[in-house]
């Protein structure tokens, strides 16, 4: 068959019926088709991109172990804040002290879904995505309090899409790996409350002087509006704002609390809307005990090195009274006034007739003293112009009050050819004026024990509070006749001699050294020694210590706790070796002890963050330096000085027992007052930095024995008199004044002494009209003293 015939043959195929789907239906099932395909992209694309930014990201485990840097606080005895220090300003505090009124605040201010989702809010984070990407910046922030956790501790701050999506990687990882409460823990105590105030508790303090467990509802929804913009919506600096969003606040409040918090009723909230709360808003307060503030992070430092002291949270317990601290500072302050008024150191400084020109100074040192000369004053700079040596130089009077009383400009301040000394800060290599400080007058130290803890109350290391050279404990100062007091002790506890012996005030020569008394033309002659010490006779002093030996003084006074260096020649007699002002005073207080040293205390108690006790270094036991007899003998003694003595000012203000002694160092360089009654031992020391004289006319009596007095009326004026009390081993004796004997029968004018017991006189005195041989040989010789059940005088 042909292949015509076969195609014909063939039967015709039917036609294919119509689809019945629409256009409409097709695409339909395309987009279909395409969405699917998209979300599955979209879906690999959100996983890469998860995976590509989850990659090398913190861990959230870190946060368990929250320790952010806080704030260390120093305490005074009773509690009180003396000082601060902090790279932030924060105190954690555990949720238990967190009120529910501020935590439901934050909530309603932040984040009321809290309790409800697992860290991101997800209809938030679509809306600021799509806000983001229509603007190509991020801008929107749709920030849950958990992200707002993972922004601040665990990301930087940046503002990109990068950082966003670790947040929101780490928000849900924070959510799995930590409780609510956890999170709310950091988050109310990392967060900044503005006025660079941190954590809840700061803020507390800071804006309403309260800690955070006392607020109010109305209180506590004025500060949880505060972190959306700190600086903004702060109530000191914009009241109106922090208002409006206080009101907003307790509107959430309001608006979800059928749905969140229903123990918090509607009328609690209303009462809140209508209080009105007074912003406290704590000033930055000046540090009353700096000098103790100091040397409390020094010790913390010690303990724990820079690092961690650094990083904070630590509460220093000190000793410190920071009233009493207040009334030292402020009893020095008008002491060196006075000073300054004698001496006519305040403003404005005159020419004084005979004052020559400094000498050159081939180079400025920086820390170095100088003589100057004022050229001009500067009203706009309120610098003066001074010349050092051939070298210009500007001293600043801005921080001058104390010499300027009546407020003067510069060129009044001081007229041209004035004196003055000066400190150089800084020296500029462009050949500019160096920068000086100026040393108008002198300054002082007062430190104040108590004698049975060794508790220092108060540390004085200026006439300012401020940071600075602490004089109190580190100046090393000649005591003048206030170490006579070292000396007469040893004598008394070695029985060398007692408060009868006659010692001879006359001039000798030692080893081509002549020592002379405070008045030069002076002389008494055969003396006992509570007189001499009463009246601060100095040959008597270096016969004291001739006899008892210059390095057995120096033993004692180690024993004492003077750890200064002390030149062991009868140059030591008169206080010619510096001590520091806080050595000298416990030395005193261990005779006010009875005898008993001890080193001094100033920290008493150190707690970490955890709030556990931190082990202090360890004080040795008190040791018996003397015994209580002879320390009893010795105060007494010293309470001559207080009633007849160069002391003599103290007993008139005081009216109560005290005992203490003045000192003056050689050209007026130095002047003491260390005293003690049964209760307290302060000493004052008043002198110039760079060793000049304070001038004519001061000395002990006259410049620090005012301050003490001050000092100790304050500390005193609300504890009744109390006697010295009398141990055992202390015996009583007439005796004649003039020869320390015992006094004869019907002597008229004897008078009580006390002993050490066994150390009494026994020979009886010569009646007046009977030549005693003994004393006259003495007085005649220039030799000898009555010693303790000396029949005859022994020589020198």
């Known amino acids: ?368 003293s100088y003589e100057a000369v004022v050229q001009s004053g500067d009203d706009t700079t309120a610098n003066l112009l001074l010349d050092i040596g051939g070298h210009k130089a500007l001293a600043s009077i801005a921080e001058l009050a104390r010499w300027n009383p009546k407020g003067l400009s510069a060129h009044a301040f001081a007229e041209p050819g004035a004196h003055v000394h000066a400190t150089v800060e800084s020296v500029d290599a462009d050949q500019k004026p160096a920068h000086v400080r100026l040393l108008l007058g002198p300054q002082g130290a007062v430190v104040v024990i108590d004698p049975r803890t060794r508790d220092v109350l108060a540390l004085v290391g200026a006439d300012e509070a401020a940071y600075g050279f602490n004089r109190a404990s580190f100046a090393v100062r000649q005591p003048g006749s206030t170490w006579k007091t070292i000396e007469y002790a040893l004598a008394l506890e070695t029985h060398a001699f007692t408060a009868a012996s006659v010692v001879l005030d006359a001039p000798e020569v030692y080893d081509q050294w002549k020592p002379n008394n405070f008045e030069t033309w002076e002389y008494t002659g055969a003396v006992r020694l509570r007189e001499a010490l009463a009246q601060s006779i100095n040959l008597v002093a270096v016969r004291v210590t001739a006899e008892l030996t210059p390095p057995k003084v120096v033993e004692f006074a180690r024993k004492l706790g003077i750890s200064s260096e002390l030149d062991p020649s009868l140059a030591l007699a008169l206080g010619a070796s510096g001590v520091k002002p806080i050595e000298l005073v416990n030395a005193y207080a261990t005779f006010a002890a009875g005898g008993r040293f001890s080193a001094t205390r100033l920290v008493k108690r150190v707690l970490g963050p955890d709030g556990k006790e931190i082990a202090l270094p360890r004080r040795a036991p008190p040791t018996e330096v003397m015994s209580p007899a002879a320390a009893y003998v010795l105060t007494n003694m010293l309470t001559s000085v207080v009633k007849t003595g160069t002391g003599k000012a103290a007993a008139l203000a005081l009216q109560r027992p005290a005992a203490g002694k003045t000192g003056t160092s050689n050209k007026l360089r130095d002047t003491w007052f260390v005293g ?33 007095i001050e000092i100790m009326k304050q500390a005193l004026k609300d504890r009744p008199p109390v006697d010295f009390p009398i141990p055992k081993g202390v015996v009583s004796a007439k005796i004649d004044p003039k020869t320390g004997k015992l006094a004869y029968e019907g002597q008229t004018n004897a008078i009580d002494e006390v002993f050490v017991e066994g150390t009494a006189p026994t020979e009886v005195a010569t009646p007046a009209d009977v030549v005693d041989t003994g004393t006259f040989l003495m007085e005649q010789t220039g030799t000898g003293h009555g010693g303790a059940n000396a029949k005859a005088p022994p020589t020198l």
Request: hydrophobic content about 40%; glycine content about 8%.
């Open 1 to 368: 068959m042909s292949t015509a015939a076969k195609k014909k043959a063939a039967p015709k195929a039917k036609p294919a019926k119509a689809s019945k789907r629409g256009p409409a239906a097709t695409w339909a099932l395309r987009l279909l088709v395409l969405g699917c395909f998209g979300a599955a992209v979209g879906v690999l694309g959100a996983v890469c991109v998860f995976a590509y930014y989850g990659r090398d990201l913190p861990t959230v485990a870190t946060l368990k172990h929250y320790a952010p840097p806080q704030i260390s606080r120093v305490l005074d005895r009773k509690g009180h804040v003396i000082a601060e220090s902090f790279t932030e300003r924060r105190t954690v505090v555990p949720m238990s002290r967190i009120p529910r009124v501020l935590v439901l605040s934050v909530l309603a201010a932040e984040d009321a879904d809290f309790y409800q989702h697992m860290g991101l809010d997800y209809a938030g984070i679509a809306r600021a995505l799509v806000y983001d990407t229509l603007r190509g910046r991020p801008t929107q922030g749709a920030s849950t309090i958990t992200q707002q956790i993972v922004k601040n501790l665990l990301l930087t701050p940046e503002r990109t899409i990068a950082r966003k999506v670790r947040e929101l990687i780490l928000a849900r990882r924070l959510e799995q790996e930590l409780g609510k409460e956890q999170i709310l823990f950091l988050y109310l105590n990392h967060i900044n409350f503005g006025h660079g105030r941190y954590g809840v508790e700061e803020a507390s303090r800071f804006y309403f002087g309260k800690h955070v467990e006392e607020l109010t509802l109305a209180e506590a929804s004025l500060i949880a509006g505060i972190p959306q913009a700190p600086s903004r919506l702060s109530p000191i600096v914009h009241p109106e704002a922090a208002r409006r969003r206080q009101l907003y606040v307790l509107d959430q409040l309001e608006h979800k609390r059928a749905q969140y918090w229903d123990d918090l009723s509607e009328q609690q909230i209303a009462v809140a809307r209508q209080a009105q709360v007074h912003v406290h808003s704590l000033e930055e307060s000046v540090e009353p005990a700096p000098e103790a503030a100091q040397q409390a992070r020094d010790l913390l430092r010690e303990l724990l090195g820079d690092e961690a002291a650094a990083h904070g949270g630590y509460t220093i317990e000190t000793t410190i009274d920071a009233g009493l601290e207040v009334a030292a500072r402020q009893a020095l302050h008008n002491g060196l006034l006075h000073v300054d008024e004698r001496q006519k150191l305040q403003a404005p400084l005159r020419v004084r007739k005979g004052e020559s020109r400094p000498e050159r100074v081939s180079t400025l040192s920086v820390g170095k």
């Open 676 to 708: 003690y009654t049964p209760e307290l031992v302060a000493g004052v020391w008043v002198g110039y930095d760079d060793l000049r004289s304070l001038g004519k006319g001061e000395s002990g009596a006259n410049t620090a024995l005012p301050i003490w």
